[in-house]
């Protein structure tokens, strides 16, 4: 069973469906495997997975990026050898012919584990730092946190005991006069995640396929594939620019449902040029315009466009410019004739009462969310020239509260990102085809820049 230890590694979508396909199509898997061959077997399953694999290329924050691992874990399982791959041992069945994978969706059994997410206090401990002695730049959080108002509203939430109103009534009219686009084109969710998946639960049919155009956020392929959908990848061009030709000719070939655009794009923070969305919305397929980081670029919000646009999502967030990822809010503007499908299949009770509390009272000191987000404008910029000096560093220009690096051929990008871990510096490292070394640091406050170049300047 050691080679279980040799399978995590990152698939593309294209290279989990092929696995799928392998699984599914196995003969391996048709036969009766009794020990000791079993093992044997499921090493040379591995094998035939690590290979898929050395080819793929995946970027990503999520649990998706461990799909890898879900694969050959899905391989054992249904292999019968699933509590040793899975590194668990106390599982008793009382009926001895049951085995709870058999109820799950075949193409589910592709899917990784769920990889947690190392908790701020473990990170702490692990460290053997204090948090606030942590400089945590890997996750594009917001390091000033919401305004004040924001903790004071929590702690005199009123009514907790009660469910929240399913329309988020009194944050949609906040968010309204905040973005200028009406309530009834505004639903919320908890975070944008939450509508990236039922946006795909209400208009993908099992077989429909989106387009995805990596490197970006990896939620769309993820969700993509929790949702039995296909994605069609058309890779950014190496300045990581939209291939507008290309999304054109897969939309063409393909008939995708959606294409998923980001602007700002997470990894690389650059935006998508007007007539390139604008041609994009031309074609016969709903465009998901996520605007995560749109506070952090001089590009308008395209939030306004669903009302002339009938096949355009525009998501935002309240995770970046109003540091709130820990309580979990975001939006989308819809355009009319499709929200009100949304509003029938989305859970009733998605935002919490804390997390509305949080988001109203956030908007309620703009002045604070304009001066932070000037704050991190200004130190990306700084952070920006001083990256340029680095001399194994080469960053990206971007819009974002963000910086992608390519780091040179004398080092590795994952052992930069170590050296500086052990100094309390958490940065994010990328080793795929797409992303051969690169990190990506966020944008933090001026001290933690000051901080992050001191144990830069320690690396030989
Ligand atoms: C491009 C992009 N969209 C959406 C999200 C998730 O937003 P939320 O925290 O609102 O779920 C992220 C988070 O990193 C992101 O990078």
Redo the contacts with the bound molecule.
Sequence with gaps: MAATAAVLRVPTSAVATSLQNTVRSSDVLQQTITPPFGSIVLSSRIQQLNTLTQSSSFVG?KPSENRMAGCARAVATTEGLSAAAEGRGDETDSNGALDGTQFLRPHLLSLAPYTPIEPFEILSARLGRRPEDIVKLD??ENPYGPPPEVLEALGSMQFPNIYPDPESRRLREALAKDTGVGAEHLLV??????L?DLIMRCTLDPGDKIVDCPP??T?YAFDADVNNAEVVTVSRKPDFSLDVPGIVDAVEKHNPKIVFL?SP??PDGSVIREEDLVTILKLPVLVVL?E??IEFSDEPSRAGWVRTHSNLIV?R????RAGL?GL???FGAFPLSLVKYLWRAKQPYNVSVAAEVAACAALSNSAYLEDVKNALVKERERLFGLLQDVPFLKPYPSAANFILCDVKETHSAKEIKDALAKQGVMVRHYQKPQLKNFVRISVGKPEQTDLLMKALQSIP
């Excluded at 969710?189 to 939450?194: I, K, L």
């Excluded at 967030?317 to 970046?320: D, L, N």
């Design positions: 924050d996750a594009n969710g908890c975070g944008a995640d939450e990236i970006t956020f939620m980001t794009n997470n996520d995560a980081y998501l967030t309240f995770s970046k990822a979990r809010v975001g």
